[in-house]
Nanobody, 116 residues
Framework: QVQLVESGGGLVQPGGSLRLSCAAS????????MGWHRRLPGDKLQYLAS????????NYGDVARGRFTLSRDSAKNTVDLLLNALTPQDTGVYLC?????????WGQGTQVTVST
């Protein structure tokens, strides 16, 4: 059974950073397709970053490139997303996703709020 559990969200001031983590079970983060999306106010879903396979490079969406960094920890079977230079426009629910044998699985999300 595939399960994804995100953590690390919270309230942060503009310009700050957060590290989000996705704990995975039923998938191998070093081998299977793993990624991060976010749901913004108004229910808009945005792609942030993804990685697939042992030797693959990480791909980033336009909103994430240069500010967010995805990393994998094979020993813990987690996928992290480091968020830097946050602005109020980054406020939303951040979601971990995997695709296994053509089936999508999503975590419940972790809320990130950027505000003074």
């Amino acid at each position: 059974q595939v399960q994804l559990v995100e953590s690390g969200g919270g309230l942060v001031q503009p310009g700050g950073s957060l590290r989000l983590s996705c704990a995975a079970s039923g998938v191998d983060v070093s081998r299977d397709a793993m990624g991060w999306h976010r749901r913004l106010p108004g229910d808009k879903l945005q792609y942030l970053a993804s990685v697939f396979g042992h030797e693959s490079s990480t791909n980033y969406g336009d909103v994430a490139r240069g500010r967010f960094t995805l990393s994998r920890d094979s020993a813990k079977n987690t996928v992290d997303l480091l968020l830097n230079a946050l602005t109020p426009q980054d406020t939303g629910v951040y979601l971990c996703k995997t695709v296994l044998r053509g089936q999508e699985y999503w975590g419940q999300g972790t809320q990130v709020t950027v505000s003074t």
